[in-house]
């Protein structure tokens, strides 16, 4: 018996278990052959073929395809490469196609492809096409099975028995239901026969199927007389280039001499007419290399496409490069700060390159929109498989157990972001009574059986996403390469995420959106308008002193990615604000490198310090002897262990990889011999291996840590020297570290006036200008779009002369005028009026307006004035709350002086004295910004936490005991009172907490 028709959980909301859990077990009960039929996709195609080889399987490729309008079904599996290619159009059809039929569908595509079908219509009508189709006998003999039977036999059609699963074992069932439940957004109670696979629907060993079909031998001789057939073992994953369009008889116009001459006169734009001999040397080195290994139309595709943009972050380990330099594709010189070309390229590299290009987030939808136009039907998006993580899994079990939204919510909205996803069994109840994030709930019946369910959702695909950036672009049309279909956004998408499309060969360029290239684009156009003479040709911002003053002391809020608490604190333990560190720093910053970084500084700042190996000191001399970036695990690996440059790459992506550590277990005894043949000591061989692995998860290479630097140098300067257009900037872009009041409070701090929106002078985003932002129609709640629209096109007429004519012209929902109201956005029509006053001529007018629609009576009664009633004086903090309601910020003052009262008499040291009480406990008062919780080495969770007041922020450590106390009564909704001791490190000063009150 072979089983031909396997469903994985990539048959979404149906299968239960991975292509790898599957090969396993199929193995374990002697299978040495097997097809994973999974419904109208090709989703787990890699998974699949790598879980075979590392089962020794053979694998057969196949799926099930399904008809839009009928219950008919055919599993179509692949006997050879044209049946692959017509597999991957007829799934593509299935899924683009709305009047897709499947009689049609496999008409057009039965080449090279065997099709299994209980469908009595669609057997005799593949039969007359001379198609190779068998009658598929699902389960077991039935009476339905034996009419199908017999009308194969009277067709000369082979009955083959397809027991089809959906999940491993008997037990499996109960989870079957629950997803089953969960994709029909129904409860458990609910669901009947036709909404589930059979109780029998698991994969049963060979014996097991004998069984069943004992009165059907034939059947299961058909199975392997079908498999025969199935020579096909998986598509070739030869790298696809993306095509360029030139004259193939021509030989001055091949993809090799067009990236050169292209090259070449970049290199000139960069660094003028004569170059240097280290410039065009290492122009021939990557020239040479790239077209032996077949790239030039990548780099040239790569390179028509950001020119569509006059802004751009070229950036991973395509910053290498110089020829991408030369291009325009990065920023970075290569040659100027030393990176790794071999990083990028290599003659032994088997995967295909990866150019990451950041736009700004705004711009980069309309360049991918023209990619996928200009190379239609030739590009699509990668994809993403979305699985179920902790909180939602919790959910949607909980919502099928008939809970309701308060009782899930009362568990899922305390769960903490980093919950880790590695339950082993019967652990995930233990974990959560044990979250101190819950302390205080309980969870009776159903909530054990809940968590138990839950935990074996983890990991299960949900639903297909589109990939953040990754875009295909193929020399034939894509779906002879792999299915695709069409995203809920309307993109084409394939059906493979960037793992499976790097193994199937197809060469990823990722287009991604960048909100601090926005900010830059917005604050040098604020510039302009303002009349500032900005040449962004002759900038150089890494050589301005002022902006490294500011980097080196840590001043860095909203400048990219050196914006964060732990950057900022590094900056200022490091006090080095040159472009060389900045580099270094961007990398180091990853969270398994705490240690090193802790001795990182120590070295900076003169401590002694020999390399781990002498032939180590050249390799990491720029970096302190510290492995910094990706490419020094790789340098070390060929140094020390004698690698090749492939092998150590190979070393360098299997780190950072989920599934690692069968992988790593190989390299691990590979460096360790290489490493001891080289003469050094066990102890020296386990440091090394202790860096390296610092690097697991994500961190990045030189080139990628190059481009962040660069962006973050721009925005760093711009705020240096414009902090008012590059603030209002900022919060334009609605993006970054930090809230809007976090970014409005650090603008105050640097004396920038902010002024209150405006429904005469007020664009829809920030502006600045000198010394004064004035706040944009953006930040305004309930403020639609549509209504920002209106009033920036009424007033463009003529200004509004007052509420009434505001309310005329614009026509505002109720939600918007109060918000107008309170945000003060009228105070400059109506300078003598308070907010009452306003909300009364809003009453009157609406009065009016309902009055005019209805119906006018015979004998009209001449309506009676409204005398406007005498409203008390305003009360200051009343408007003030009105203003933090409708804005979240205040545009006079920072919300802390509202408690000044409150706080008075306590001994509160402000945030900016903070420094002035080392080694002492103080109190400190202020509002949460921004958080991040790491875990000590015994997994306990921790947190830094980052407060501010009205002269500083303020960066906070709870470690576990006090993290345990206080973490489920933090939020940003209010100030805390906090107690703790002020430590100094370097420089950077913190405070360790043992107290909070809420204020």
């Given at each position: 018996m072979i089983p031909l028709t396997v469903r994985s959980c990539y048959s979404l909301m149906w299968g239960t278990d991975s292509p790898k859990k599957i090969c396993r077990a199929a193995r374990k009960m002697g299978y040495d052959r097997l097809a994973i039929t999974d419904t109208d996709n090709l989703y787990g195609l890699w998974p699949f073929l790598n879980a075979c080889r590392e089962e020794e399987i053979t694998p057969m490729v196949g799926a099930e395809i399904t008809d839009r309008n009928t219950s008919a079904r055919a599993v179509?599996?692949?006997?050879?490469?044209?049946?692959?290619?017509?597999?991957?159009?007829?799934?593509?059809?299935?899924?683009t196609d709305p009047a897709f039929d499947l009689k049609t569908g496999l008409a057009a595509h039965e080449k090279g492809l065997a099709v299994l079908t209980q469908s009595e219509p669609l057997?005799?009508?593949?039969?007359?096409?001379?198609?190779?189709?068998?009658?598929?006998?699902?389960?077991?003999?039935?009476?339905?099975?034996?009419?199908?039977?017999?009308?194969?036999?009277?067709?000369?059609?082979?009955?083959?028995?397809?027991?089809?699963?959906?999940?491993?074992?008997?037990?499996?069932?109960?989870?079957?239901?629950?997803?089953?439940?969960?994709?029909?957004?129904?409860?458990?109670?609910?669901?009947?026969?036709?909404?589930m696979a059979p109780k029998d629907a698991w994969l049963a060993p060979p014996e097991a199927y004998g069984e069943r079909f004992g009165i059907w031998p034939e059947a299961i001789n058909a199975s392997h007389l079908l498999a025969e057939k199935l020579t096909f073992t998986g598509p070739d994953q030869t790298l696809v280039m993306p095509p360029l369009d030139v004259d193939p008889s021509n030989p001055f116009r091949t993809a090799a001499r067009l990236l050169r001459k292209a090259a070449y006169d970049g290199a000139k734009n960069r660094y003028g007419e004569d170059l240097s001999e280290t410039v065009v040397d290492r122009l021939e080195h990557e020239?040479?290399?790239?077209?032996?290994?077949?790239?030039?139309?990548?780099?040239?595709?790569?390179?028509?496409?950001?020119?569509?943009?006059?802004?751009?972050?070229?950036?991973?380990?395509?910053?290498?490069?110089?020829?991408?330099?030369?291009?325009?594709?990065?920023?970075?010189?290569?040659?100027?700060?030393?990176?790794?070309?071999?990083?990028?390229?290599?003659?032994?590299?088997?995967?295909?390159?990866?150019?990451?290009?950041?736009?700004?987030?705004?711009?980069?939808?309309?360049?991918?929109?023209?990619?996928?136009?200009?190379?239609?039907?030739?590009?699509?998006?990668?994809?993403?498989?979305?699985?179920?993580?902790?909180?939602?899994?919790?959910?949607?079990?909980?919502?099928?157990?008939?809970?309701?939204?308060?009782?899930?919510?009362?568990?899922?909205?305390?769960?903490?972001?980093?919950?880790?996803?590695?339950?082993?069994?019967?652990?995930?109840?233990?974990?959560?009574?044990?979250?101190?994030?819950?302390?205080?709930?309980?969870?009776?019946?159903?909530?054990?059986?809940?968590?138990?369910?839950?935990?074996?959702?983890?990991?299960?695909?949900?639903?297909?996403?589109?990939?953040?950036?990754?875009?295909?672009?193929?020399?034939?049309?894509?779906?002879?390469?792999?299915p695709l279909e069409i995203a809920p956004k309307g993109v084409p998408i394939i059906q493979?995420?960037?793992?499976?499309?790097?193994?199937?060969?197809?060469?990823?360029?990722?287009?991604?959106?960048?909100?601090?290239?926005?900010?830059?684009?917005?604050?040098?156009?604020?510039?302009?308008e303002n009349g500032v003479p900005f040449d962004e040709k002759r900038w150089e911002p890494e050589e301005d002193p002022a902006t490294r003053n500011a980097v080196a002391r840590g001043d860095t809020m909203g400048c990219f990615y050196i914006e964060s608490p732990a950057m900022r604190l590094l900056q200022k333990k490091t006090g080095k604000g040159d472009f060389e560190h900045l580099v270094i720093h961007s990398s180091i910053i990853r969270p398994a490198a705490n240690e090193f970084?802790?001795?990182?500084?120590?070295?900076?700042?003169?401590?002694?310090?020999?390399?781990?190996?002498?032939?180590?000191?050249?390799?990491?001399?720029?970096t302190y002897g510290i492995m910094v970036y990706q490419e020094d695990v790789s340098k070390t690996a060929v140094a020390l262990a004698g690698f090749?440059?492939?092998?150590?790459?190979?070393?360098?992506?299997?780190?950072?990889?989920?599934?690692?550590?069968?992988?790593?277990?190989?390299?691990?005894?590979?460096?360790?011999?290489?490493?001891?043949?080289?003469?050094?000591?066990?102890?020296?061989i386990h440091g090394i291996w202790d860096m390296m692995m610092s690097f697991s998860g994500y961190s990045f290479c030189k080139p990628h840590s190059a481009s962040y630097a660069r962006v973050s140098f721009q925005a760093a300067y711009l705020k240096t020297h414009f902090p008012a257009e590059f603030m209002a900037a900022v919060i334009s872009n609605q993006g970054g570290f930090y809230s809007t009041f976090a970014y409005v409070s650090e603008a105050?701090?640097?004396?920038?006036?902010?002024?209150?929106?405006?429904?005469?002078?007020?664009?829809?985003?920030?502006?600045?200008?000198?010394?004064?932002m004035r706040v944009g129609l953006l930040p305004v709640k309930h403020l639609s779009l549509n209504t920002q629209q209106r009033i920036l096109a009424q007033r463009q007429e003529k200004p509004f002369q007052n509420l009434t004519d505001f309310l005329h012209r614009v026509r505002p929902d109720d939600t918007e005028v109060r918000s107008l109201i309170h945000a003060d956005a009228f105070s400059s029509l109506h300078p003598k009026d308070s907010q009452a006053d306003l909300l009364w001529a809003y009453a009157v007018h609406e009065k009016q307006r309902r009055s005019e629609k209805k119906e006018r009576p015979l004998f009209e009664i001449p309506a009676t004035k409204i005398p406007k009633p005498v409203f008390p004086d305003e009360d200051p903090i009343q408007r003030l709350r009105h203003e933090f309601g409708a804005l979240g910020f205040l545009c006079s003052r920072h919300p802390m002086t509202l408690y000044a009262d409150r706080l008075a008499g306590r001994g509160i040291i402000k945030a900016k004295d903070l420094s002035l009480f080392i080694g002492k406990r103080l109190t400190v008062a202020g509002l949460l910004i921004t958080g991040k919780v790491v875990h000590t080495r015994q997994g306990d969770p921790m947190e830094f936490l980052t407060f501010e007041d009205e002269t500083g922020t303020l960066e906070t450590v709870f470690f576990p005991d006090a993290y345990h106390r206080f973490c489920s009564i933090l939020d940003k909704t209010r100030p805390f009172i906090l107690t703790g001791k002020v430590e100094e490190d370097f420089g950077a000063v913190t405070l360790t907490v043992f107290q909070v009150q809420r204020c």
């Open positions: 179509c599996l692949v006997k050879n490469p044209e049946g692959y290619k017509n597999l991957c159009r007829l799934i593509t059809a299935r899924k057997l005799a009508h593949l039969r007359e096409t001379n198609s190779d189709v068998f009658a598929s006998a699902p389960r077991k003999p039935t009476e339905a099975a034996s009419r199908l039977k017999k009308t194969a036999e009277r067709l000369g059609v082979l009955t083959v028995a397809t027991p089809g699963s959906f999940f491993l074992e008997p037990g499996d069932w109960g989870l079957h239901q629950l997803v089953r439940a969960i994709d029909l957004n129904t409860s458990l109670f609910k669901l009947t026969s036709k909404d020239l040479s290399t790239i077209e032996r290994m077949g790239f030039s139309s990548y780099f040239l595709v790569v390179r028509d496409i950001v020119l569509q943009s006059p802004r751009i972050c070229g950036r991973g380990s395509g910053a290498a490069s110089l020829v991408a330099y030369c291009l325009g594709i990065t920023n970075v010189c290569p040659v100027k700060y030393n990176l790794y070309f071999e990083r990028f390229l290599n003659p032994g590299r088997k995967d295909p390159p990866d150019i990451d290009v950041d736009f700004a987030w705004d711009e980069r939808d309309d360049v991918l929109n023209a990619v996928l136009s200009k190379y239609a039907g030739h590009a699509a998006m990668v994809c993403n498989h979305v699985g179920f993580k902790p909180r939602m899994a919790i959910r949607e079990t909980a919502k099928v157990f008939g809970l309701t939204d308060s009782e899930i919510g009362a568990v899922c909205k305390r769960l903490p972001w980093f919950w880790r996803t590695d339950f082993e069994e019967e652990e995930m109840l233990h974990d959560m009574k044990n979250l101190p994030e819950l302390s205080g709930l309980d969870f009776p019946a159903p909530w054990p059986e809940v968590f138990g369910l839950a935990q074996r959702l983890i990991r299960i695909p949900r639903y297909i996403s589109v990939h953040s950036g990754g875009v295909i672009i193929t020399p034939d049309p894509l779906a002879d390469y792999v493979w995420e960037k793992d499976g499309t790097e193994d199937g060969g197809l060469v990823k360029i990722d287009l991604l959106g960048n909100r601090s290239l926005g900010v830059i684009r917005d604050a040098i156009a604020n510039l302009k970084i802790r001795e990182y500084i120590r070295r900076l700042h003169g401590g002694t310090w020999e390399p781990i190996h002498p032939l180590l000191g050249e390799v990491l001399e720029e090749s440059h492939a092998d150590a790459d190979g070393l360098r992506k299997i780190m950072s990889k989920k599934d690692k550590a069968r992988q790593l277990k190989d390299y691990k005894g590979r460096f360790f011999a290489g490493t001891t043949a080289n003469g050094l000591s066990v102890e020296q105050m701090r640097m004396g920038v006036n902010i002024l209150p929106p405006d429904v005469n002078v007020s664009g829809i985003r920030w502006k600045g200008e000198g010394k004064t």
